[in-house]
């Protein structure tokens, strides 16, 4: 079984525009979607997610919808806890290809990493 992980150089998960996510308040508290929608640059990356070093400069205290964690997701989204590594990896692959492209060296990159 495929082991989740988040990989360096990536930061797929910083592309917040709320036009590619419609259901979001369907799994975030109003207090959560504001501050969700307070951290949306014009962009659509966080404001918080420095794209030449490409990491979060807020990660350590990142809000709970940025932590990808088996408790988190079953309180959000309702994953059973036997289901986080396979609803997690394909989160991400959804991600990656949508902000980088199919055969872009991300994804290529969390495909190697992620077997």
């Known amino acids: 079984m495929s082991k989740w992980l988040c990989i360096e150089n990536c930061g ?3 592309n917040l525009d709320p036009r590619d996510r419609p259901d979001l308040a369907d799994y ?3 207090s959560e979607l504001d501050l969700y ?3 949306v ?3 659509g990356w966080c404001i918080n997610y420095n794209k030449e070093s490409r990491k979060c400069q807020i990660y ?3 809000p709970r919808f940025c932590r990808v964690k088996p408790d988190i997701f079953q309180e ?6 036997e289901e986080f590594e396979e609803f ?3 989160c ?3 991600q990656i290809e949508g902000v980088y492209g199919e055969e872009s060296e991300e994804i290529n990159n969390y495909r190697t990493q992620v077997t």
Not at 76 to 81: C, F, Q
């Open 12 to 14: 797929a998960c910083c």
């Open 28 to 30: 975030l508290s109003k």
């Open 37 to 39: 929608l307070s951290m």
């Open 41 to 43: 640059g014009e962009d």
């Open 60 to 62: 350590e205290n990142r």
């Open 76 to 81: 959000m989204y309702e994953i059973p806890l």
């Open 88 to 90: 997690a990896i394909d």
């Open 92 to 94: 991400c692959h959804q």
